[in-house]
Each structure stands twice: as structure tokens, then as C-alpha cells.
């Protein structure tokens, strides 16, 4: 059975043992682990059923580590750091060679972010290294935001899961590339957007089109175990379903089913959103309708997360 806890210094200790440690962060909860131990990287791998081939993000105290585990920090990727770390941005840059190639997936590019969440930010002071720290679920599932999230997905295990209340953010971290000879690319986005990097970077974000793997681009991922299916005109046959769950973007229409609605603000909607894919997953529902939100810069982040969740109706 997990355990949840407070004790910062339990956590520190096991992690120093090469156990894995279950830390807050501002996005979502994350499986973490000692990034220079390979045995506890490999268990990260094993727990969650991620494919190697997908690579770790390492979570460092400050923006000062960057150089040990980078062998190059460009000036675009230290405006960025210097704009937005701690917070959640992660940054691909040149690996050193000593850095495992399991945690960058066999890449010479290793990601790199420094958490803003206080929990987190204590744990890695205590702790005195890096850790990576992909999403503490089983892999393509939901990712948790809260600590009963990741009691639920690791129910059978002795994990020690350190509590820091609700995530903030609710979507992973934006991920950019920052590599030589390569123009900033966006890898994945979040809740920190596309214009706000531009405008400390001076220049037009790259798709990540030729860029390096990046967590998180599986067709299907963040995905609940009921049907789930998005759609601009309300499925109007299936309003009278007690079978059918509802997650509306305000404009709610009268259900037989269970239902919520996340409002038209997309950052308090991002940091709701997992908590209600969770609470209506767990109702053993045939079908989950999700209403999709604005087509606008802000709702990105939600948009791809959707996407890789559900299946579009229409």
C-alpha cells in the first residue's frame, strides 16, 4: 500500500537509497527518482510501463545545475531560465557525456527544468541532487495532481508519496529545445504559452518537426479507461443517458448523467482538468462527453492534452 507523508527528510533518504519517491511539483505529480543512480532511473521505466525510448525530464533546485548536466547553455536558453525558471518550462539542451543515456532516451540531449512548487524545491535541497520525475501514473493514463491520484494508480505498491496539496498548474510543463545550430522548437506545449516565449526569445518558436523526442507526444496518452469523446455540437441523444459522464466549458446543458463544469478560464480549466477526468473515470460510465473549450493561444495546452485523451465526435 502507498503512503503518503510530510516528512521531507523520509523522503530524501529513501531517494539517497535508490528508492523512488512520489514529489509535487506545479504541474502534476511526479515518479522521482535519483537521475544519476541508472538502477533507480530503470525503475522509474518499470513502474510506469514507459517505453525507454521516451526520456526523463531532470528536476534541478536551480538554474546554476544546468551546467552539470549540459555541456551548453545558449544565451536564448538562458533568457528563458532567467524568465521563467523555477516554473513550468523545461528546456532541452547538448548533454555532457557523462549523463546517463537512459534517462535521455539514448539522445545527446538532456531536459531540464527547475519546479516552482515549494514542496518540490524543498525535497531537492534536502535530497542535494537532481531527480527526474515523469508523471507519477501508469503510462498514457491520466496524470495526477493531487496525492489520492497516485495512491489510486499505485495501489498495490509501497510507494512514499510526498504530499503538497493540489497542483497549481495541472498540465505538464512546456518543453523547448534549445540546441546549437538549431532554432528554439517547441516540443510539447503547457500552460505557459506559445507568445509569451517569443516575445523574451525575439523570435518565432520551430515546430518540433526535426527536433529531439520529448516526453508526451504518444497519439494516445493522459487518457481515462472510459470511452471519451469531444465535440462542439452537444451529442443531444445522449443527454438523457444516466451512462453518459459530462465535462462542459460553461454553457452546461441539463444531463441524466453526471456532469461538471470547468468554466472559460483556461488556466483555473487546466488545473481542474485531471482531478475531473479522474472523479468521472471512477463512475464506471460508458461514455464521457467533454465539451471543447475555445480555439484560441490560451486553450493550446488543454487542446493537445484532449486530444491525446479522447476520441473527436464531431
Known sequence: MPRITENLNDCAVRLRAGQLVVMPTETVYGLAADARQDTAVQQVFALKGRPGNNP????????????????????????????FWPGPLTLVLPARDEVSRLV?????????????????????????????APSANRYMSISPTCAAH????????????????????????????VLPGDRPRLLR???LGQPA???????????????????????????PTTTTLTFRETPTEALGSADCGWLWCANAQPTHGPALDLGTD??????????????????DLTRLYIQLPPSDAAWAAVHDRLARASQRLN
Not at 538532456?110 to 531537492?124: M, N, S
Not at 494508480?153 to 505538464?172: K, M, N, R, T, Y
Request: net charge negative; hydrophobic share 45%; glycine share 8%.
Open 150 to 177: 497516485v495512491a489510486q494508480q499505485f495501489a498495490d505498491s509501497d510507494l512514499l508519496i510526498l504530499d503538497g496539496g493540489s497542483c497549481q498548474v495541472g498540465l505538464e510543463s512546456t518543453i523547448v529545445s
Open 189 to 191: 506545449t503547457g500552460m
Open 104 to 132: 535521455t532516451a539514448g539522445q545527446d540531449s538532456v531536459a531540464l527544468r527547475v519546479p516552482a512548487h515549494p514542496t518540490a524545491r524543498a525535497l531537492l535541497s534536502a535530497f542535494g541532487g537532481a531527480l527526474v
Open 197 to 223: 516565449l517569443e516575445a523574451v526569445l525575439g523570435q518565432p518558436l520551430a515546430d518540433r518537426d526535426g527536433g529531439p523526442r520529448a516526453p508526451g507526444q504518444h497519439h494516445r496518452h493522459y487518457a
Open 56 to 83: 526523463l525530464i531532470v528536476h534541478l533546485e536551480n538554474a546554476a545545475q544546468a551546467t552539470e548536466w549540459a555541456s551548453v547553455v545558449p544565451t536564448a536558453a538562458r533568457e528563458l531560465m532567467a524568465a
Open 266 to 283: 483556461p488556466h483555473v480549466y487546466a488545473a481542474n482538468l485531471y482531478a475531473a477526468l479522474y472523479e468521472l473515470d471512477a463512475l
